[in-house]
């Protein structure tokens, strides 16, 4: 049975529990991993230097980015639900807005409000549409200026978008009203709780954005910071910091917190996900920016390991592979859009932040993902849910194709 048949089967919460089961299956990756590694003095050579991209190239600074994020949502409540029962009017553009913040988060809130009956379907097309899931903290954190030009975009698109699904098929269009169902919906988190793993973690990750910043600037590190029996120091810190991530990703499953309660005043949770108060007035942030970084360090890792270990078993080479079929290279990346949850989107942001898929298929695959917030609608709301997925294609399409004849 497909994911999306076990999730529309069990709910949420048979989902999150089918999740946990695959922690022994990802375990078993890093082993077959270091097997690889163990048979192949080249292999190795290629995943360590690939593994030490990942952590100093993206990982360090999604991590910064995710810090600054999650900190201030701690401290300003945002209480989505009271404006979109309030204003009406608003609801389509307050929804895409919701769904151009990084994460998944602000686009699962606009979805449990649809499952309460309190918005219209446009306002679920708008969400959808706008929003780019956790593959947003990793354009943002290496390509600032353009991830805020495809949020901005995706905003307007998914506005567009919202109410012109609303203008032909009305408010009540879909209406969901089954609200006794989803009284416990909530937003799915990655944590790492463990303060001693996070400690180990955050050892490599200081001195890993300290070597970032030498590595954006392409300077010689080896001069810099020194070898140590002759291996870089940064490749160490690199190499390491990437299979404490990968450990971590490997025992870590998302976790609900819909039955706590959202806290209240400075450093309260804001409705996109309860912050506990337990670890003071940053409430659950460390643990949630170690949890959705590891998350998308290993599919940074997956998508570094398939192009360099790919390019040399095969001699393969995807760039000029990409070239020669690049009018199809943004439609391929808006089918991988429709592909449930935020892994497959990270690899494909990833592809175009090396250089190996065109701007126009990132713009695609930005409109035509859905994230995770796509997870508890299939569960609750199928019908709904592949409908204004897809709807979502369609200024996907539009505006892929538009960019890449005009630019490209």
């Known amino acids: 049975m497909t994911a999306i048949g076990l999730v529309a089967r069990r709910g949420w919460h048979g989902t999150a529990r089918w999740m946990e089961a695959y922690g022994p299956a990802r375990l078993a990756v890093l082993a077959a991993l270091c097997l690889l590694a163990a048979t192949s003095s080249e292999a190795a050579g290629i995943m360590a230097q690939s593994l030490a991209d990942a952590f100093l190239q993206v990982t360090v600074f999604v991590a910064a980015t995710l810090a600054i994020f999650y900190s201030l949502e701690t401290w300003f409540r945002i209480d989505a639900a009271a404006l979109l029962a309030r204003y009406r009017g608003w609801q389509v553009p307050v929804a895409a807005a919701l769904g151009a913040l990084p994460g998944c988060g602000g686009a699962i809130m606009v979805i449990t409000q649809y499952m309460r009956g309190g918005i219209s379907f446009g306002s679920v097309v708008a969400v959808l549409t706008a929003t780019m899931g956790d593959a947003a903290f990793l354009l943002l954190a290496q390509a600032p200026l353009t991830g805020l030009g495809i949020f901005a975009g995706g905003f307007c698109v998914g506005v567009a978008s919202g109410y012109v699904v609303d203008a032909i098929h009305g408010r009540d269009f879909m209406r969901y009203a089954d609200s006794g169902r989803d009284a416990d919906i909530g937003p799915c988190f990655r944590r790492v709780d463990s303060r001693p793993w996070r400690l180990v973690w955050l050892a490599f990750l200081v001195p890993g954005l300290v070597i970032g910043g030498f590595v954006a600037f392409q300077a010689d590190t080896a001069a810099i910071f020194g070898t140590v029996f002759g291996v870089d120091v940064a ?8 299979i404490v991530s990968l450990l971590l990703w490997g025992s870590v499953a998302p976790t609900r917190d819909a039955a706590r ?16 108060t337990s670890e003071g007035r940053l409430g659950d942030a460390p643990s949630r920016v170690v949890g959705d970084t590891c998350f998308v360090t290993v599919w940074v890792v997956f ?11 095969t001699g393969a ?37 090396n250089g190996l898929i065109p701007f126009s298929a990132e713009i695609g695959n930005a409109i035509s993902n859905d994230g995770d917030a796509l997870f508890p609608a299939i569960a609750m709301a199928p019908k709904a849910a592949v409908v204004a997925t897809l709807y979502s294609a369609i200024p996907a399409l539009l505006v892929a194709y538009a960019w890449y004849w005009l630019f490209e």
């Open 235 to 242: 490749l160490i810190v690199g190499v390491g910091g990437a």
């Open 303 to 313: 998508a570094y390991l398939i192009y360099e270990l790919g390019v040399h078993y």
């Open 317 to 353: 080479d995807l760039a000029e592979i990409f070239r020669i079929w690049a009018p199809l290279v943004p439609l391929m990346a808006i089918l991988v859009g429709f592909i449930p949850g935020c892994g497959p989107q990270v690899v494909v942001t990833a592809m175009y932040l």
């Open 261 to 276: 309660p959202p806290a209240s005043g400075p450093g309260a949770g804001s409705a996109i996900g309860w912050a506990s």
